[in-house]
């Protein structure tokens, strides 16, 4: 597997609007899925404002994605589990917020030198470095946006484990 800090050397993202396909894309090349100067779906005319809709790039790697809504407090639960797992779940974190709009971004978390990080592969920088900055950080994300308390996570699994088969921490 494909460390984060050697795919932050290699991956980018194309567009100002590709942030879900590039995320996408970064933890397919984190399981060594696609090469890592590959760009399947930011080259897509259909990779920008996409959020959490690549179901099918998921499925082509014989894997499932699950889309949820967690506390901050839920989200480092999650993270931690998964992460130990050896999977990285993808993050909606608020980029922009404005009196009538409000414009989101997709980052990963991941394990880094110092613990639980949100990795960013637009920018090829953690946000954050441990869980106690992760936490901080998402919980003032859950207070930042009005009606918005809880964070859009998304995380994936192998599918034939979803059905039933494999082992429960089997990857792509």
């Known amino acids: 597997m494909n460390t984060t800090e050697s795919v932050f050397t290699h991956h980018k993202q194309l567009h100002d609007w590709s942030c879900s396909a590039s995320a996408h894309e970064f933890i397919a090349k984190l399981h060594e899925k696609i090469e890592l100067d590959a760009y399947p779906l930011q080259h897509s005319s259909t990779s920008e404002r996409a959020g959490f809709q690549f179901e099918e790039f998921l499925n082509t790697h014989g894997c499932t994605g699950h889309d949820d809504h967690l506390t901050p ?65 998402l919980e003032s994300l859950s207070r930042s946006v009005p009606n918005r308390p809880k964070i859009h996570v998304l995380t994936y699994r192998n599918k034939y484990v979803e059905q039933g088969g494999g082992k429960e921490n089997e990857l792509l």
């Not at 922009?96 to 971004?105: F, K, M, R, V």
């Not at 637009?122 to 106690?132: D, E």
């Open 73 to 137: 407090q839920e989200c480092i639960d999650t993270f931690q589990k998964e992460i130990s797992d050896g999977r990285y779940p993808l993050v909606s974190v608020l980029s922009d917020l404005g009196t009538n709009h409000s414009y989101w971004h997709i980052v990963a978390a991941t394990h880094t030198c110092q613990g639980i990080g949100l990795a960013d592969p637009a920018k090829q920088v953690f946000m954050t470095q441990n869980m106690n900055d992760t936490l901080s950080y």
